[in-house]
């Protein structure tokens, strides 16, 4: 099988250059590899062209304009990543005939209520990026191309910056911290989404009519839910009971509404996504968030 991994620096496509090895050869891609595996996404003919040097089985796009905030400014800019070239893609991977696995965002909801959200449920972004993230969506599915959308939420890794490292380095700084409490999610590793997606590819790849029966949307997050609040509170309680320098007395961390913090680009409340689609097609078990957490916690610290 030949597997061409756009997008493969960034955090999921970094842990991606792991999972996929196993299933088959897998050409790697970004904006700032060599000429002929360059993928910059501001070009959507140069990638189109990619796809057809390649000649993949399988395409799986991690890459994307994930700047939430500077989105709002930069409109044109995060549609054609996020939209127009991913339509591009989409069209190429129908011609070849190929499976398309593309990366979605709870931000393609308005984030209202306080329910589980399923693939059905009816979409209202309230971004720039959730926008733009939900053409991408659209112009995969009107390819007609065989694919697989995985909507996903809070995405942290070892790799790069994320909200877990923030949380040690301001806890080691400050006598007192403010975080969110009112918006709620299910944090995510890049690693489990990673090897998710190996095991859909898998699982597909081996059914008796190529998994056709199994193309389509579906949510892919830990399980579990928390807020930004009890997700500091979980990190640096952590960090304290493990012998990390923790400056920050836990009755010292106080949790303020979204209000608070006004930001370009507005996030939605209530990220809650159902799993029920992919755990019964697929026969997964999803671990608690807080695996995923304490794991790269450890990997962090040296533990």
């Not at 979204?258 to 019964?280: C, E, G, Q, V």
Request: with cysteine; aromatic share 6%; hydrophobic share 40%.
């Amino acid at each position: 099988m030949k597997i061409l991994l756009l997008g493969c620096n960034g955090q999921v496509g970094w842990e991606l250059q792991r999972s996929l090895q196993p299933l088959g050869e897998v050409i790697a891609c970004d904006f700032d590899s060599a000429a002929d595996r360059r993928a910059d996404f501001t070009q959507p003919a140069s990638v189109a062209a990619l796809v057809d040097r390649v000649r993949p089985q399988v395409i799986v796009n991690s890459a994307a304009h994930t700047a939430v905030d500077k989105a709002e400014t930069e409109v044109e800019l995060a549609r054609v990543i996020n939209a127009t070239t991913v339509g591009a893609v989409a069209q190429r991977a129908a011609a070849l005939g190929a499976l398309l696995v593309h990366y979605s965002t709870d931000y393609v909801y308005d984030g209202s209520g306080h329910s589980l959200r399923d693939e059905a449920s009816p979409t209202g972004p309230l971004s720039v990026y959730g926008r733009t993230k939900l053409e991408g969506e659209e112009l995969v599915r009107a390819s007609g191309c065989r694919h697989v959308i995985s909507r996903t939420s809070w995405v942290y890794a070892a790799r790069g910056n994320n909200f877990i490292k923030t949380m040690l380095r301001l806890a080691a700084e400050r006598e007192s911290l403010s975080v969110i409490d009112d918006q709620i999610g299910a944090p995510t590793g890049a690693d489990l989404l990673a090897d998710v997606t190996a095991l859909v590819i898998a699982r597909i790849a081996s059914n008796a009519d190529h998994g056709r029966h199994l193309d389509g949307t579906y949510h892919c997050v830990a399980a579990g839910e928390t807020s930004w609040f009890d997700y500091a509170r979980f990190v640096i309680d952590w960090a304290r009971v493990n012998g990390q320098s923790v400056k920050v007395a836990p009755d010292a961390i106080r949790a303020v509404p979204t209000s608070a913090y006004p930001t370009p680009a507005a996030r939605p409340l209530n990220s809650r996504l159902s799993t029920a689609k992919l755990r019964t097609a697929f026969s997964l078990n999803l671990p608690d968030w807080r695996v995923g957490v304490e794991r790269m916690l450890r990997e962090t610290c040296g533990q």
